[in-house]
T-cell receptor, first 111, second 116 residues
Framework: AQSVSQHNHHVILSEAASLELGCNYS??????LFWYVQYPGQHLQLLLKYFSGDPLVKGIKGFEAEFIKSKFSFNLRKPSVQWSDTAEYFCAVSGYSTLTFGKGTMLLVSP | EAQVTQNPRYLITVTGKKLTVTCSQN?????MSWYRQDPGLGLRQIYY???????DKGDVPEGYKVSRKEKRNFPLILESPSPNQTSLYFC???????????????FGEGSRLTVL
């Protein structure tokens, strides 16, 4: 069975700071990876996904993630965060018929 | 508008009183799933369905039932709710029976359940 580990439970940044959220996974088969975001009081939305090809994936709102197979990692990055990026971020890995989520990282961006 | 609709959005109930949380999607998706979200534990899958009349257990199925009689609906049933089922529940759907190949999951707005 697959599993996902997110490094930080809470991250606090000032606006314009750079962001990197760590995600490591374990899965024995071909891996598909996702980052979802949950804004306060809302449902989860897809930020970006990796299925194959270029390991650097660009998503919405200026986010990107890099798949490093040798490190079993799929870290999320953004060069300059905004107050509106305050949200909880979930890394997820898919196996056949299931999608396993990490425990989430709460990002608070102060103006 | 493409969406996943859950009802009720908020519910307070008492131990042992059967309840059903409905989930409906209008995207003709094959795959549907239920998750519960708890602080510090992230999202954990309860049940999923790859097609009509096909359901399977996720990571935390105890105390829950589901059914998939129609493609668009996937209700979550708590036969005898207990306080440890107090949680935020999300229904989700995906085009492909295998979310690994079918792309993203579309989530409902969530149902916050409190069991006293």
């Amino acid at each position: 069975a697959q599993s996902v580990s997110q490094h930080n439970h809470h991250v606090i940044l000032s606006e314009a700071a750079s962001l990197e959220l760590g995600c490591n996974y374990s899965y024995g088969g071909t891996v598909n990876l996702f980052w979802y975001v949950q804004y306060p009081g809302q449902h989860l939305q897809l930020l970006l996904k990796y299925f194959s090809g270029d390991p650097l994936v660009k998503g919405i709102k200026g986010f990107e993630a890099e798949f490093i197979k040798s490190k079993f990692s799929f870290n999320l990055r953004k060069p300059s965060v905004q107050w509106s990026d305050t949200a909880e971020y979930f890394c997820a890995v898919s196996g056949y018929s299931t999608l396993t989520f990490g425990k989430g990282t709460m990002l608070l961006v102060s103006p | 508008e493409a969406q996943v609709t859950q009802n009720p959005r908020y519910l307070i109930t008492v131990t042992g009183k059967k309840l059903t949380v409905t989930c409906s999607q209008n995207m003709n998706h094959e795959y549907m799933s239920w998750y519960r979200q708890d602080p510090g534990l992230g999202l954990r899958q309860i049940y999923y369905s790859m097609n009509v009349e096909v359901t399977d257990k996720g990571d935390v199925p105890e105390g829950y039932k589901v059914s998939r009689k129609e493609k668009r609906n996937f209700p979550l049933i708590l036969e005898s709710p207990s306080p440890n089922q107090t949680s935020l529940y999300f229904c989700a759907s995906s085009l492909s029976p295998d979310p690994a190949s079918g792309g993203e999951l579309f989530f409902g707005e969530g149902s916050r359940l409190t069991v006293l």
